[in-house]
């Protein structure tokens, strides 16, 4: 009796046993199917904020070449245009962001900080002046551009990167317009309206600039960029181990295959 009585319980407890299992595996399997869920999901995200690159290029042209058809006069009147442009720009760097590599979306979202912070400051500033407005422009010009620089070159490592020229050419330009801007003492109100346009300007080129990435192939790794160095033979030394084939080490050279 007591032997049928133990064999009895030891059924129970192995089926308890199996049930766990089970239960333990089917939320194994949930846990995997959320997480496979989530990438994909954040695929999708990034697909989608690809496809907005180039209609937001095309949008910061058309509202670049507006701005100085507004007729503002007032100091006060283009610190808060600047500062609603500013911003605007931080939201767009976010889609940039979302857009481009992993290791990238930093930078993107320091970018959108800076941008956020000069639009504020833009917007808060008591009584501006233009040279106040000047200053602001010339600081969110030069961060754009330091961006887009390190953006280039690091275009440059990689073997498809065909299109580093561009942000090369956009970072140059918006550097150059940040110095002009930060040397005029007491401006015009046209050279503020024209600085303020020119922001506006280098966020959509920014945006054209990555939709041209998107289109040569993902953005290298900023790692990438840091190891391999700024400089032309190093960037020709990176494409040339990319294309390389990964040859097995196990194989027998040419020359020692008979011994």
Known sequence: MSASGDRGHDLRGHGHDLHGHAFHEHGRGRGHGGASGGAGAGQDLGAKAMGALLPLGIGWLLFALAIPMFGLTTGK?????????????????????????????????????????????ALVWPSPTLAVVARIAAWSLLALGIHAL????????????????????????????????????????????????????????????ATMRSADGEEPRLDTLMHSGFSGRAAAGAARAEQQPHMDPAAPTRGGGGS
């Open 77 to 121: 009147s283009i610190a808060v245009l600047l500062g609603i442009t500013l911003l605007l720009g931080a939201l767009s760097e976010l889609v940039t962001g979302l857009a481009s590599g992993v290791s990238w979306r930093p930078t993107h979202a320091a970018l959108a900080v800076a941008l956020a912070a000069g639009g504020i400051v």
């Open 150 to 209: 390190v953006s280039a070159f690091s275009q440059r490592q990689a073997a498809h990167g065909g299109t580093w020229w561009a942000p090369l050419t956009i970072g140059a330009f918006s550097v150059a317009m940040a110095f002009w801007a930060a040397t005029h003492h007491h401006p015009t109100y046209s050279l503020v309206v024209l600085w303020v346009a020119l922001t506006a300007l280098v966020i959509g080129l920014t945006k054209f600039a």
